[in-house]
């Protein structure tokens, strides 16, 4: 019989795990940053993210961490998003992600099937072409998606037959006067990410440049066999998010809850079944952390999309009556955690060097949580590069 586990339990686990417990010491990033990637988008979400969870963080250390000591890799990954993770896991999040069929390859990247269709051909096949290209376009010089998608579609429509050339050039339904065949090679690139081909640079203004991942590092990242870096994604995966579900950990990747065995058998035989919201399972060494996770305390402000409420059975995190104000489609704003409840939503807004916070919390907030917030808010406008901050609070 399955071991029937409580919401407070699982709730203290998964902050544990998540390093939102307590805060890790400031040589803490790169274990933060492993447990399950930190996602990027907005960009400089995974700044905040990162700040949650290490001591003293600051935007320089992240910097230098990417920039110099390429310890800190950015690359798309789960659901064809940008995700930072450290460049020794690269497998894990790149290989670990792909799925092997070209059916779940589609899903992880949804929009270009059709595209594909018009043209007469496989995924497979338009990777392929653009993979080719990818070196000589890309070789010796950083090149953000519309420079570098226009580039790759011009030098593959010489190599293709006339039929589908014309449709390659032909407008397509992406953007405005962007060829159908560019719009299939951004859709590609997500995969040669996943293929350890290509990552991002740091941003440059307001664009977030691709360059060659060998170039980048000086060296290649080492060949890990799929099914090992299936295993270890999914084993990361439950110790932040479960117990957990194979629909639950298909929306977190990215596929159809039908494709997830080619990670799901790998490691069948080290979970053990427990009831929460129904059957869930959970890596069997960890059921005494389950049930003995330190309580949780202290404030944090998480960006949107934090690791945290990317998991996906919201109800356990927050209240459903509050499920529109924290998951907004437009405008998604940042969470209030407050000793382990999400207690609100806030948004930063900078004017010259000085910041103000918006915090909505879900009922008047208590005077203790009303002072952290605003010690938090303090070390965030620090972290954005502003001299002041201003609190602003509400009750949504």
Not at 35 to 45: E, K, L, Y
Not at 222 to 245: F, I, K, M, N, Q
Not at 270 to 296: C, H, I, K, M, Q
């Amino acid at each position: 019989m399955a071991d029937k586990v409580s919401k407070g339990d699982v709730i203290a686990f998964r902050l544990n795990a998540h390093h939102l417990t307590a805060r890790l010491g400031e040589a803490g990033l790169l274990d933060a940053a492993g447990r399950c990637a930190i996602q990027n988008s907005p960009p400089g979400s995974a700044l905040l993210a990162l700040h949650a969870r290490v001591e003293n963080l600051t935007r320089e250390r992240v910097a230098r961490a990417v920039a110099e000591e390429k310890s800190l890799l950015q690359s798309w990954c789960m659901r064809g998003s940008p995700f930072y993770f450290p460049t020794a896991d690269a497998p894990v999040f790149t290989t670990g992600v792909l799925p092997p069929a070209e059916e779940g390859r589609l899903h992880l990247i949804p929009g270009v099937e059709q595209a594909l269709d018009e043209l007469g051909m496989s995924l497979t096949e338009a990777v392929e072409l653009t993979g080719a290209e990818i070196d000589a376009v890309l070789s010796g010089r950083p090149l953000a998606i519309n420079e570098l998608g226009a580039e790759l579609a011009t030098r593959i429509a010489p190599r293709l037959p006339k039929r589908q050339r014309g449709i390659w050039e032909g407008k397509g339904p992406y953007a405005p006067d962007q060829p159908l065949g560019e719009g299939v090679v951004h859709f590609c690139i997500r995969i040669l990410t996943l293929r350890r081909l290509v990552c991002f640079a740091p941003r440059a203004g307001n664009k977030a440049p691709f360059v060659l991942v060998e170039e980048w590092l000086g060296r290649t990242i080492p060949d890990v066999d799929p099914e090992v870096a299936r295993a270890e994604l999914l084993r990361r995966y439950l110790r932040c998010h479960g117990p957990s579900t194979r629909g639950d950990f298909a929306a977190w990747v990215g596929i159809k809850v039908g494709d997830t065995d080619p990670w799901w058998s790998l490691v069948a035989d080290e979970l053990t079944p427990v009831e929460f919201n129904g059957r869930s399972w959970l890596l069997a060494e960890d059921l005494d952390a389950l049930r003995s996770a330190p309580t949780p305390q202290g404030v944090r402000l998480l960006p949107p999309r934090d690791p945290y409420t990317q998991m996906r059975d919201r109800e356990t995190i927050v209240d459903r009556k509050y499920h529109r104000e924290v998951w907004k489609t437009v405008g998604e704003p940042g969470t209030v955690l407050a000793d382990g409840r999400i207690t609100g939503i806030w948004r930063p807004r900078k004017s010259g060097r000085r910041l103000t916070v918006t915090v909505r919390t879900f009922g008047p907030p208590r005077a203790r949580d009303r002072k952290a917030i605003q010690d938090e808010a303090e070390r965030v406008a620090s972290l954005r590069g502003a001299s002041s901050v201003n609190v602003e609070f509400g009750t949504c």
